[in-house]
């Protein structure tokens, strides 16, 4: 707990920062029983843009974080992600991945669900989850 | 009043189901969401009214929302991981000249495994490359679903059922999509459109920026309800012109509508084109092709982009079956009349702001040429050739 005010002021410095300036080191993250070892960015992405649906994404609130992986991982901004997600909603293909607070949140979603791939900052992981690509 | 319940009515079925669904206690998880635009629309003209496909009347140079409003609000039930249902209710102008309900979705959905799913009920019918979320004005850049390509086909809900495969090689994804059913739509008459039987086949592949979509779908059809047309085939029979009222026959008809498209979209712009071609046994309903492209760059949260669309009618315009002499005259005219199809070309700027995290403002304005007749628009005087200006603005939303 001693850290989180050094994470609160990098979240702030991270929310002005443009491009990739201010990086959180975050990684891709899957349930322990899944047998996915590793993972390319562009096949993380699939799961994140509703192109498949083997694993099942959890999804941040909208947030720094949730920005910097869109853009780095997705490609897209987040009206880009929003509008790609309604087209699948409003068409009965898929729901909408459910959205979480914190990296925390999305490691106890992960951990719950052996379908489950989210993504979570570095210092966030443990022995309940397991990475699979680190977000460079 | 009668048609303001009837939305009302409508609109609760997906929204009332839910609540009771909640309500219980490990019932199906249940999430509602929806999706809206709230527009203006207006012409440079008082001589024809602009419209979006089987809209009975349009705008002239009064703002108005009719052509571009609209609001849908959609549930859907999980029950199991691998069984859901959807309920989809939307209104918008269409057929008729008030806001009307429809229920363009209602089906349960069967996951039968990783690639296999199958659909029983009322589904959209895949007829064009953005048919399932053309209403979806947030979904998609322009603020409406080109009016050249989409126009050829109305409606579009299949009551049936389909079947979905959908498997990831690497990083590409196939989707291939084949629905079999009935339909019926309302035209603008007050007349019906009736699919006894149509089939839609819609494939996509998907590699990254790059999605190729190929699209088929046959049916037979017939016009009912259409007296003015009936009449004519009753006087054309009469007057010992069986041939032409074969031709002119809107019973059990055969048609198909082949068509391609594709979407590069790599992130700071996106192009977007469709091609397409409608062939049909009836010279009430023509044989036509047509095309559109559009082009949009991203700056940041702004994407103007450029449209240019074009139909044009490949079978005959003017009818040779029926001489144009002495009594016959206004019977030859009349079957002229109605083997016309509305053809014309438009290009359109068009910019789009996502100025908020679910919603977007669109500002579109297009210029659009008709050919030998009025094109698209509707209730035009006899003298009105264009080429006539709209404008559009209006605001996207979902939730």
């Known amino acids: 707990m001693s850290h989180t005010p050094l994470k609160a002021v990098l979240a702030v410095v991270c929310a002005f920062a443009v491009g990739g300036a201010c990086a959180t080191e975050m990684v891709v993250v899957v349930n322990p029983k899944n047998p996915a070892t590793r993972m390319f960015s562009e096949q993380a992405a699939q799961f994140f843009l509703g192109k498949s649906s083997l694993f099942t994404p959890v999804e941040h609130t909208d947030g720094p974080l949730r920005n910097e992986f869109y853009q780095k991982v997705l490609n897209k901004d987040a009206a880009q992600v929003k509008a790609v997600w309604s087209k699948l909603v409003f068409t009965g293909k898929a729901t909408a991945p459910k959205e979480y607070g914190s990296s925390a949140e999305v490691k106890k979603a992960v951990a719950a669900d052996p379908a489950a791939i989210g993504y979570i900052e570095k210092a966030a992981v443990d022995d309940t989850v397991k990475v699979i690509l680190t977000v460079q | ?399």
């Not at chain 2, 019918?125 to 979904?139: C, E, L």
């Not at chain 2, 192009?271 to 700056?299: K, L, P």
């Not at chain 2, 908020?356 to 509707?378: M, Y």
């Open chain 2, 1 to 399: 009043m009668e048609r303001y319940k009837r939305t009302a009515v409508a609109l609760s079925i997906a929204a009332g189901f839910a609540g009771g669904a909640q309500a219980q206690e490990g019932g199906p998880q249940v999430s509602i969401s929806g999706f809206g635009t709230v527009a203006m629309t207006a012409t440079d003209t008082s001589d024809a009214e602009f419209a979006r496909p089987n809209q009975q009347s349009g705008v002239g140079t009064t703002p108005r929302t009719g052509p571009d409003s609209n609001f849908g609000i959609q549930s859907t039930f999980k029950f199991t991981d691998s069984v859901s249902a959807t309920v989809q209710g939307l209104v918008r102008k269409n057929a008729s000249d008030y806001f009307g309900a429809e229920l363009p979705w209602a089906f349960l959905k069967v996951k039968a495994n990783e690639d296999v799913s199958f659909r029983v009920g009322r589904t959209g019918m895949p007829v064009y490359m953005i048919s399932d979320f053309r209403n979806v004005g947030y979904a998609n850049t322009m603020i409406r679903p080109p009016a050249e390509v989409y126009r050829q086909v109305n409606g579009g809900s299949l009551d049936g059922g389909d079947l979905t495969y959908q498997h990831t090689f690497g990083e590409s994804t196939l989707t291939a999509q084949f629905g079999l059913g009935t339909a019926h739509n309302k035209l603008v008459n007050g007349a019906r459109i009736e699919f006894s039987r149509a089939t839609a086949l819609h494939v996509l592949w998907e590699n990254g920026p790059l999605t190729l979509r190929f699209g088929r779908a046959d049916a037979t059809f017939s016009m009912k309800d259409n007296p003015a047309v009936d009449g004519l085939l009753a006087s054309l029979v009469k007057a010992g012109f069986a041939q032409a009222a074969r031709d002119y026959s809107i019973t059990d008809v055969k048609g198909s509508f082949t068509s391609v498209g594709a979407i590069y979209d790599p992130g700071n712009f996106i192009v977007q084109g469709e091609y397409a071609v409608r062939r049909t046994g009836t010279r009430v309903v023509m044989d036509t092709s047509s095309w559109y492209a559009m082009f949009g760059y991203r700056y940041g949260k702004f994407t103007p982009y450029y449209y240019h669309g074009n139909i044009k009618q490949d079978n005959a315009r003017t009818y040779a079956g029926v001489p144009a002499v002495g009594p016959l005259k206004p019977l030859a005219a009349a079957l002229d009349f109605l083997g016309k199809a509305g053809i014309q070309s438009a290009n359109a700027l068009g910019l789009r702001w996502d100025f908020a995290s679910s919603a977007a403002l669109k500002v579109q304005v297009d210029r659009i040429s008709p050919k030998d007749g009025a094109g698209a628009f509707v209730n035009a005087k006899p003298t009105f050739t264009g080429p006539a200006t709209v404008y559009a603005v209006g605001v996207d939303f979902v939730f």
